[in-house]
């Protein structure tokens, strides 16, 4: 099995304080208790796993993701989550506000122009507060392929890269450059018109958007004073 190069290695382990960094955003923006019901839209265990606050414990965590994507999970985790195999952007097997919250990272770049609009739905239906990350196009490294500003690039630049890692045999990369998509903040806006933002930046540049509701009763109590 090849190892991560170095330069993998760094880029895991500032994903990971990233990633730290904005569920504890959202903590702070959406207090959680026992017992609230979580879909995780796209998501894997990975996220739940990260050091949350010690005060938070049972929540209700339903994992929903494509079909064959839970076959490498071990054991633990399936006794600490609900797994589901479906398409977010399809019919789903749940009510309306079936959960308290839905949460989603860096998914809706994934699902394909035509789709994105099927998958805010599916958010927004779900539950009465969602949490829907994305990256930001204005960021200067393109988190998927490592590439300087790939986002404004000439779409003959960009196919010829897909070319060469087609060449290369880097399918993991080719296929998921060739049909990413990644949104401005107005689009988002417009998927999620109700929704508040929040940006996280790293060295002044926008990273990435999360567009996120809060019900009534929580804005009340988290209201400054």
């Known amino acids: 099995m090849k190892s991560d190069s170095p330069i993998e290695q760094i880029k895991r382990q500032m994903q990971r304080q990233w990633r730290q960094q904005r569920m504890t955003a959202l903590l702070q923006r959406m207090p959680l208790h026992a017992g609230v019901r979580i879909i995780d839209v796209g998501g894997t265990p990975e996220m739940w796993e990260l050091d949350l606050d010690p005060t938070i414990t049972n929540l209700d ?34 009510a309306d506000r079936a959960f308290d919250l839905a949460f989603s990272n860096s998914v809706i770049e994934h699902v394909g122009n035509e789709q994105q609009q099927a998958f ?39 196919q010829a890269w897909i070319r060469r890692w087609q060449r290369q045999k880097r399918e993991f990369k080719w296929q998921q450059m060739s049909t990413t998509r990644v ?9 999620f018109p109700e929704a508040q933002v929040y940006t996280e930046y790293v060295a002044g540049f926008p990273k ?12 009340k109590q988290i209201e400054p004073k």
């Open 183 to 191: 949104l401005s903040l107005r689009q988002l806006q417009s998927l």
């Open 120 to 158: 805010a739905n599916t958010i927004r239906r779900l539950a009465p507060s969602y949490w829907v990350q994305t990256p930001s196009r204005w960021f200067p490294i393109e988190s998927h392929c490592n590439l300087p500003c790939w986002w404004f690039y000439p779409t003959s630049l960009q």
């Open 61 to 94: 965590i339903t994992l929903l993701n494509l079909p064959g994507m839970w076959n490498d999970w071990s054991p633990p985790f399936r006794h600490r989550y609900r797994f589901v195999e479906a398409d977010a952007c399809a019919d789903l097997p749940f």
């Open 208 to 219: 990435s958007y999360s567009l996120f509701t809060v019900p009534l009763d929580i804005e």
